[in-house]
Nanobody, 125 residues
Framework: QVQLVESGGGLVQAGGSLRVSCAVS????????MGWFRQAPGKEREFVAA???????YYADSVKGRFTISSDNAKNTVYLQMNSLKPEDTAVYYC???????????????????WGQGTQVTVSS
């Protein structure tokens, strides 16, 4: 079983930047595809970004060009760099993992079997 722990959330003004991190432990990091999802108050959880074990990246249209997902295999950590933040980016951000052999879509939360506890990101206007 893999464990995921997010960190780096906080309060930032609109137009600012923030980087959230997800530390992975328990299994070999390279065996997983990693995703970031978010859930705003009163809304369903939605896909933000994902990175495959081969390094391919995927983004939601709403964050394309502003957010960047990356991973550091030596540190077993995946990052989400968020630039040009907007108030509508306010949400709890969750890290998720799915096995590298899984053919399930990278952008659907039901594809992911392991989740972190989430980290709050608040963007003030």
């Amino acid at each position: 079983q893999v464990q995921l722990v997010e960190s780096g959330g906080g309060l930032v003004q609109a137009g600012g930047s923030l980087r959230v991190s997800c530390a992975v432990s328990g299994r070999a990091f390279s065996n997983y595809n990693m995703g970031w999802f978010r859930q705003a108050p009163g809304k369903e959880r939605e896909f933000v970004a994902a990175i495959s074990w081969t390094g391919s990246t995927y983004y939601a249209d709403s964050v394309k060009g502003r957010f960047t997902i990356s991973s550091d295999n030596a540190k077993n950590t995946v990052y989400l760099q968020m630039n040009s933040l907007k108030p509508e980016d306010t949400a709890v951000y969750y890290c998720a993992a799915k096995p590298s052999y899984s053919m399930a879509t990278m952008t659907s939360e039901i594809s992911y079997g392991n989740w972190g506890q989430g980290t709050q990101v608040t963007v003030s206007s």
